[in-house]
């Protein structure tokens, strides 16, 4: 899939509402998430990928941003945004190669799975670090003002990172510099197993862009549409030179915050039901049924349509070979120093000796 074209007005009639073959594209991006997200976590429990930072229920907080930014944006991501890459343009044998991090992969195995970037569509590498990519991304909005570009960056946050000293900076000098970019707070209720009620005492997340100078907005997470319009009218306030704004988008992880959490030892169930409830995939395509865009029982199969395309993309990276290990000492220098050739061939000495490395048996920690 190529990268969206810049936004053309053929694509919105009057009112500025997507066209019926875009909402059905929405809809098409949001199930793809959910059926790759699937079946990641069947690979990941079967023991063929490491980790999975699991999307389900956050479908529409991931598609509506993506999708509200032109080819030339960039999008910085939180932890779950590698769906919204794919529905701005990556390749889905670049995310799946990345989940196996085998010679494939564009990270040369340098990160670990679900640790997604990709160039073509301006989505750099993400860090487990909480909140590291805020500033990052305000920089880079700033240089490409300095430089006269034509970019929004769209910087993107759970709520647990507006604890982060990285979300503070960032938004006090994205502000004063006024900075061409979005912040998008996927508030999914939970940083890992500290409630939203114990991050903050303000009544919204969205009121701390009052402290910052910057307008901040509530939107329903789970509302594709909504979600579209909002970060629309922020990107288009940031392209015309107004500066920043928060959008918070209220959802809700309906799975664990990794492969590696019990949410149900944090969590209560009465709450798990009443977001499986407001579902954002069901609650669309229950909307564009009665539109006449989706015909009844479509969904099916186009779900056997992506798995068709996902499982075959999985056979592809799982039969592709291993990292070459040359690439531990690539790309750092123009060529590789003595230190580090001497380091590299003791290494591989090592490796003849005592045979491939094998995983281990203790739990990731998260």
Excluded at 90 to 103: F, K, R, T
Excluded at 155 to 173: E, K, L, Q, W
Excluded at 355 to 362: F, K, L, Q, R
Aim: proline fraction near 5%; aromatic fraction near 8%.
């Amino acid at each position: 899939m190529k990268a969206q074209p810049k936004q053309s007005s053929s694509n919105k009639p009057a009112g500025g509402a997507l066209t019926p073959a875009r909402q059905r594209e929405l809809f098409v991006h949001m199930l793809r998430i959910r059926c790759l997200d699937e079946r990641m976590l069947k690979l990941q429990r079967a023991g063929r990928i490491g980790f999975v930072g699991t999307a389900k229920g956050l479908e529409a907080a991931l598609v509506g941003p993506a999708c509200a930014l032109e080819a030339q944006d960039w999008l910085w991501s939180g932890l779950r945004e590698g769906g919204a890459a794919l529905a701005r343009g990556m390749p889905l044998g670049d995310y799946i190669a990345q989940m196996y991090c085998n010679s494939n992969d564009s990270a040369k195995g340098r990160q670990m799975c679900n640790h997604f970037q990709h160039k073509g569509t301006h989505y750099p590498s993400w860090s487990s670090v909480i909140g590291t990519q805020i500033p990052h991304g305000v920089g880079a909005a700033y240089a490409a003002k300095l430089h006269g570009k034509d970019e929004v960056h769209s910087i993107h946050f759970g709520d647990g990172a507006t604890s982060s000293n990285g979300f503070h900076s960032g938004m006090n000098f994205a502000a004063v510099w006024k900075a061409p970019c979005v912040f998008v707070c996927v508030d999914n209720g939970w940083a890992i197993s500290v409630p939203s009620s114990a991050q903050t005492a303000a009544k919204s997340y969205a009121d701390k862009a009052a402290a910052y100078g910057m307008p901040g907005e509530d939107v329903d997470g789970n509302d594709v549409l909504a979600v579209q319009a909002a970060v629309s009218k922020a990107v288009e306030r940031a392209r015309s030179g107004k500066g920043p704004s928060l959008v918070v988008l209220k959802t809700y992880r309906m799975l664990g915050h990794s492969s590696s959490d019990d949410p149900t030892k944090y969590r209560d169930a009465k709450e798990v039901a009443y977001w499986e409830g407001r579902d954002p995939i069901e609650g669309f395509e229950k909307q564009l049924v009665a539109a006449k865009i989706l015909a009844k029982g479509e969904r099916a199969k186009l779900e056997a349509q992506l798995y068709a395309e996902i499982d075959a993309e999985i056979h592809k990276q799982e039969a592709a070979p291993k990292m070459p290990l040359k690439t531990l000492v690539e790309d750092v220098y123009a060529e590789v120093p003595l230190h580090l050739r001497k380091q590299y061939n003791q290494f591989i000495a090592i490796a003849e000796r005592l045979g491939e490395a094998t995983p281990g048996d203790g739990a990731f920690p998260l």
